[in-house]
């Protein structure tokens, strides 16, 4: 977490995929409560609208091997050193995810099942949770603290659906943790690395001297310092209410207009749910004359 855009960069990654999450498992869900079952991916019809899940097929190598780069740009200082190539097994990590997910997909459950692959994006989160803010210390740390916990709860959420892929909360969980991670990240990025949304009397955090392992943010006076934690900790408030009320409102939307929710026509499981339906329906009774 060293940049503007390393954090920026995980924006794009998180909160695109929990708003996809979040509208498909409602609009299933919605469709069957009853049946409801969480999937590694929501796959639409045609293929071309699952674009963002085969740039993040791309994209993550690259990042990866950006922060590799970094990795070995700073030889002279073992803290960013450490934390650059920490960072690039992290992303390696969630595209070693991605793959798996496709081939789940084209491959099936002959292969492998979907327990395997949550249990696989739970430890892939505690991976992310291992690396997270590295050598950060004092108001940084709380940050990254606030992030870390985040990451935590998509963890779990991951387990839990491994467990009982019909849990909605937990998908409800993952997806909104996803969200919420996404505008944190973002929100982290702008406060602690530039000037211009940065804390009041507090400077960026900018590279490290070599005789320094922590990195922090410089307050003038203490004062300045317990403010910057206040600001940080109501702003963590602020997101998760945003997110909440952002998941809560889109749920009902769809609830309330059918035509908006996005999926129920598509995929194997509604198939098989109309047909399983179509199977219990009752015969109309016959009147006697």
Request: net charge neutral; charged share 15%; glycine share 8%.
């Amino acid at each position: 977490m060293a940049s503007v855009a390393t954090h920026f960069s995980g924006f794009l990654l998180f909160f695109p995929v929990g708003v996809r999450r979040l509208l498909s498992s409602s609009s299933l869900y919605l469709q069957n409560p009853t049946h409801f079952r969480s999937k590694l991916w929501y796959f639409a019809d045609p293929r071309w609208k699952n674009l963002d899940l085969y740039i993040l097929l791309i994209a993550l190598p690259i990042a990866s091997f950006s922060e590799l780069f970094f990795f070995l740009s700073f030889s002279g200082h073992p803290t960013y050193r450490f934390s650059f190539f920490q960072q690039s097994l992290s992303v390696l990590a969630f595209w070693a995810l991605i793959i798996l997910i496709i081939v789940y997909e084209y491959v099936g459950s002959s292969f492998m099942n979907e327990s395997f692959v949550f249990v696989f994006g739970g430890i892939v989160f505690l991976v992310e949770y291992s690396v997270m803010g590295k050598g950060s210390s004092g108001l940084s740390g709380i940050v990254y603290g606030l992030l870390g916990g985040l990451t935590l709860a998509c963890a779990a959420s991951c387990f839990y659906l491994s467990v009982k892929p019909g849990a909605f909360f937990a998908e409800f969980l993952l997806s909104s943790g996803l969200v919420f991670k996404g505008t944190w990240l973002l929100q982290t990025g702008l406060s602690l690395y530039t000037d211009a949304f940065g804390l009041k009397g507090c400077q960026k955090i900018s590279l490290l001297p070599p005789q320094q392992e922590t990195v922090d943010m410089h307050c003038d006076l203490d004062e300045d310092s317990f403010r910057g934690v206040a600001m940080m900790q109501f702003l963590f408030t602020v997101h998760a209410f945003v997110v909440l009320v952002l998941a809560i409102g889109m749920f009902g939307v769809l609830a309330s207009n059918r035509n908006l929710r996005c999926g129920e026509s598509k995929g194997p499981l509604l198939a098989e749910l109309e047909s399983g339906s179509l199977r219990m329906r009752p015969l109309p009774e016959l009147e006697m004359e």
